[in-house]
């Protein structure tokens, strides 16, 4: 594979094989495997994948290693603890790719919610990322969706957002959707994001669950907490398990963060969109915060 292996290797195929090293690091992190083993679960020689996993995640594999630890996530438990108390949804933000973001949701109405979508217009696009392939769907009202599906096509898609918005027109159209994903996926920073409007949420789901994706919206990039810390920041210290369902029924992946929410021991626990992609961008953002 080294002699297919380029600058210009596309957003895919470098996550694919990122997310097989992941897999390997992530189901080896106790025995600390070396560069050699890693880069061996890939077919690359060791040069090639170091060049390839620090030009992808702007650290080396063993820096990248040491994030996944237990001793590691529990320090940004303690350390993300008290930032839950803040108001107000304040997103994303870092100094790389996923640059400062200003979130505001827009919840539906109970009586939308009733509908189904009803006159409600859905533009959709899948785009590939550094993460996988997404969709992205928006309404004129805000992204009403962000879905980490690898390997989907248009109709799969559209059947996928049609099982959500029963009654909406549902309508492919990634030339809208494209300028979304360039913000949130950009590899170069946005020297003028200052300027950007803040970017609208449009949710369809429970009073219990908004409340759930707003306190996320409040874990810092870079930092994690626990089933029952975002319960404690909600008033609800025992209704982890009703956290975790919300947290699951997150319907815009990364933007609002449920990958930042991870087990009292440590442990990454479950993700909708699949642990290797979960440890990937968890580690990403630790090396980038």
């Known amino acids: 594979m080294d002699k297919f292996l380029d600058e210009n290797m596309g957003d895919r195929a470098t996550y694919e094989l990122m997310a097989k090293a992941i897999a390997f690091?992530?189901?080896h992190h106790r025995q600390q495997p070396d560069l050699a083993a890693i880069?061996?679960?890939?077919?690359l020689s060791e040069y090639h994948f170091q060049r390839l996993f620090t030009k992808w995640a702007g650290i080396s594999p063993k820096r990248f290693l040491q994030y996944l630890t237990v001793e590691y996530a529990k320090s940004k438990i303690a350390e993300t603890k008290n930032l839950l108390e803040l108001t107000g949804d304040v997103g994303l933000s870092s100094a790389g790719r996923l640059h400062d973001l200003f979130v505001n949701i827009e919840a539906?109405?109970?009586?939308?919610?009733?509908?189904?979508?009803?006159?409600?217009?859905?533009?959709y696009g899948i785009h590939e990322t550094m993460f996988?392939?997404?969709?992205?769907?928006?309404t004129e009202r805000g992204i009403c969706n962000l879905y980490f599906l690898d390997?989907?096509?248009?109709?799969?898609?559209?059947?996928m957002l049609r099982d959500e918005w029963s009654k909406a027109e549902i309508i492919g159209d990634r030339e809208i959707t494209q300028p979304i994903c360039d913000r949130l996926f950009s590899h170069l920073p946005n020297l003028n994001n200052a300027k950007q409007p803040p970017l609208t949420l449009y949710v369809k789901g429970t009073n219990f669950q908004i409340q759930v994706w707003?306190?996320?919206?409040?874990?810092?990039?870079?930092?994690?907490?626990?089933?029952?810390?975002l319960g404690r920041s909600l008033g609800r210290p025992n209704a982890a398990r009703a956290i975790g369902n919300a947290v699951g029924s997150n319907p815009i992946s990364l933007i609002i963060p449920c990958h930042r929410v991870i087990r009292e021991s440590g442990e990454l626990g479950g993700y909708r969109w699949g642990l290797e992609r979960k440890t990937a961008i968890l580690g990403w953002e630790a090396s980038h915060n």
């Open 108 to 123: 539906m109405s109970p009586q939308e919610f009733k509908t189904g979508g009803a006159g409600l217009q859905i533009w």
């Open 151 to 159: 390997g989907m096509d248009d109709q799969a898609a559209a059947l």
């Open 214 to 229: 707003r306190a996320l919206l409040r874990i810092p990039f870079g930092g994690i907490t626990t089933y029952q810390g």
């Open 132 to 138: 996988g392939d997404c969709v992205i769907a928006t």
């Open 39 to 43: 880069a061996q679960q890939v077919h």
């Open 25 to 27: 690091i992530r189901q």
